[in-house]
Structure formats: C-alpha cells, structure tokens
C-alpha cells in the first residue's frame, strides 16, 4: 500500500489545504507495518499527470518492496510545483520521528526558475540537517537532478555539481541523476517534455531501486 499525500497540483504555494492533507498522511498509522520510507519531493515524486498517482516512482518502489516481502510502506509526500524554499517550510508538517528512510527529491523547480544554486544548496542543507534533529534513526537518500543546457552552461554545471557535493559532506546516500535514460526522452514523457508518462516512471523507479535496495536491509 502507498500513502499518498498530494497528487496534480500545479501551484508552488502548498496553502493551508495542502498542508493538512499532508500532515493528516503523515500522522496516518501505516497498518501493521513497523518501517516506512517517506519520500519528500516535487511534482516527479507526486505523479503529476498520471491517471493513477500510484504509477509514481514512489508507488512503483512499494510495488516492488511488496513483491519482496518486505516490512516498509512509502509515503508520497510529493507536491507539484514544489521548490527547496517550499520543501523548507512543509517538512514540518511531514517528517515523523520514527521515519526509517528520508527521500529527498527537490530542487529541479529552483533550477528551472533560475534560483541561485547557492540558495538551492542551503534550502537542501537545511532540510538534511532538520531530518538528522528531528528523526536521527533515518538513512537520508538525496535524489540528483540535472537541467536542460538551454539554461546555460554554467547554471546547468554547478547544479548538477551540487547534489554528489552535499551527499559527500553530509555522508549520505545519492541517487545520480533520477531522470536518467528519462529526461530528453519525448516518448517517455508528458507533453509537457518535462513530467514522465507511467512508462517513464518505470524507469525513474530502477533509477532509484538500485541506491534504495541496500538500505532496506541493513
């Protein structure tokens, strides 16, 4: 079973409703199960788009874990048109002590929108630091991104430099780059070329499985 907290919505501001929808998912008893694994990101973690938000990544991975037997439910904690700056101020209403697995997926609408890397990097630290605070048990996963060249080459360099940067200081686990054999992709994404269709989410889920899989059991 995936929790699912938000799904399609396009605005970056959470607002209220969001939020208690959000903090109602993650204060939700997840069955009988004793470990969860909460993944915390944009509009790519939510499944913006698609018919069935279940078809995300983040469900795909529950399927996954299930077809294992193994004892995790996923909280989809994605919310369309999220930035770092919005993640900063939602993680509160999200983040539960006794979380096993903190996936952290933002930044791409910060790259998109031009925000200065360095300001990307300290929303992203800031919120690596709260997890470790608030729920320090957690195995913390950061999900690399990169963007389009059309941004320019430099922008486009230190924002893909700063994902590898911030897992090596902070001695967690990185996902390369999610979108990899995705993004650029026509038939694998929306019309949007930005958001994957559920074909394009099979493949941004082996993306994460491999960094993923290791945690589970330990």
Same mark, same amino acid.
């Given at each position: 079973?995936?929790?699912? =907290?938000?799904? +399609?919505?396009?605005?970056? =501001?959470? %607002?209220?409703?969001? &939020? =208690?929808?959000?903090?109602?998912?993650?204060?939700?008893?997840?069955?009988?199960?004793?470990?969860?694994?909460? *993944? *915390?990101?944009? =509009?790519?973690?939510?499944?913006?788009?698609?018919?069935?938000?279940?078809?995300?990544?983040?469900?795909? /991975?529950?399927?996954? /874990?299930?077809?294992?037997?193994? +004892? @995790?439910?996923?909280?989809? !904690?994605?919310?369309? %048109? #999220?930035?770092?700056?919005?993640?900063?101020?939602?993680?509160?209403?999200?983040?539960?002590?006794?979380?096993?697995?903190?996936?952290?997926?933002?930044?791409?609408?910060?790259? $998109?929108?031009?925000?200065?890397?360095?300001?990307?990097?300290?929303?992203?630290?800031?919120?690596?630091?709260?997890? &470790?605070?608030? !729920?320090? #048990?957690?195995?913390?996963?950061?999900? %690399?991104?990169?963007?389009?060249?059309?941004?320019?080459?430099? @922008?486009?360099?230190? *924002?893909?430099? $700063? *994902?590898?940067?911030?897992?090596?200081?902070?001695? /967690?686990?990185?996902?390369?780059?999610?979108?990899?054999?995705?993004?650029?992709?026509?038939?694998?994404?929306?019309?949007? %070329? /930005?958001?994957?269709? !559920?074909?394009?989410?099979?493949?941004? !889920?082996?993306?994460?499985?491999?960094?993923?899989?290791?945690?589970?059991?330990?």
């Amino acid at each position: 079973m995936i929790l699912q =907290s938000c799904k +399609d919505n396009s605005n970056a =501001s959470s %607002g209220e409703t969001e &939020k =208690s929808q959000t903090e109602e998912t993650a204060t939700t008893e997840t069955d009988s199960t004793s470990k969860t694994i909460l *993944f *915390f990101g944009d =509009s790519l973690t939510a499944g913006y788009g698609l018919e069935d938000a279940d078809n995300a990544f983040p469900g795909l /991975i529950q399927d996954r /874990i299930d077809s294992l037997g193994l +004892d @995790y439910t996923v909280i989809n !904690a994605g919310l369309s %048109g #999220e930035t770092t700056a919005g993640g900063r101020n939602r993680l509160e209403w999200v983040l539960e002590p006794d979380v096993d697995i903190f996936v952290l997926e933002l930044g791409a609408n910060d790259g $998109l929108r031009g925000v200065q890397v360095a300001e990307t990097r300290e929303n992203l630290q800031w919120m690596i630091d709260q997890v &470790k605070t608030e !729920a320090p #048990e957690a195995k913390i996963v950061l999900v %690399g991104m990169q963007l389009p060249p059309n941004l320019g080459t430099e @922008y486009t360099r230190h *924002f893909k430099k $700063l *994902f590898p940067e911030l897992a090596e200081k902070n001695n /967690i686990t990185l996902v390369p780059f999610l979108l990899q054999n995705v993004g650029g992709v026509a038939r694998l994404n929306q019309n949007d %070329g /930005i958001h994957p269709t !559920a074909e394009g989410h099979k493949l941004v !889920a082996e993306n994460v499985w491999p960094v993923l899989e290791p945690l589970l059991n330990e």
